[in-house]
């Protein structure tokens, strides 16, 4: 039986790496071939597009790996609360382990506005997935839906901002003031 093709999922892997440690404009294809031990043929190959088409898709890989954690997470904490400090020390844990492993989409995101719609659109829905999950928590602790989603929004909106807080102050103590306040906001 053949082997199925590899190269595309090492890639994708690859820029969504470097993309949270880099962002866009840093990352080039040459490094992430590089790392995924693949040629400039199989790149185009799966990406017909290039560098952005590639980026859109480890974006969205990006936004997936974190929406099913962040709702594993939410399933398995007794509150929203509880699971976002726990998401939060996760947080903290994977910075103090490497500093460059902020946010897997904020890097290119700052950038997408000037650098491509496309990009723009891909760091806007992976915000608007993770807001939802937690819009999501919140209702079913019953609140009301329309009051659920913008502090889901302020929640998401405190924990990437601490989370950049932290990355360029090479501590966590933004993660932890976030954490803190969260769980204030969310168990008034």
Known sequence: ??????????????AASLLRQRGYAATSTTDVLGVAGATTGSLYHHFPGGKEDLAVAA????T????DALLAALDSAPSTADALTAWI???????????RNGCPIAPAALEAVHASER???AAATAFQRWAAAIASGLVTEGWPPQQARPTAIAVLSLIEGALM??????????LA????????????
């Open 59 to 62: 974006l969205g890989i990006s």
């Open 89 to 99: 020390a996760r947080l903290a844990s994977a910075l103090d382990a490497d500093p």
């Open 119 to 121: 990009l723009r659109a």
């Open 1 to 14: 039986m053949p082997r199925p093709d590899q190269s595309r999922d090492r890639i994708i892997a690859a």
């Open 64 to 67: 997936d790996v974190v929406h």
């Open 165 to 174: 807080l932290s990355r360029t102050a090479g501590d966590t103590e933004a």
């Open 177 to 188: 003031a976030a954490a803190d306040q969260i769980e204030h906001l969310l168990r008034r």
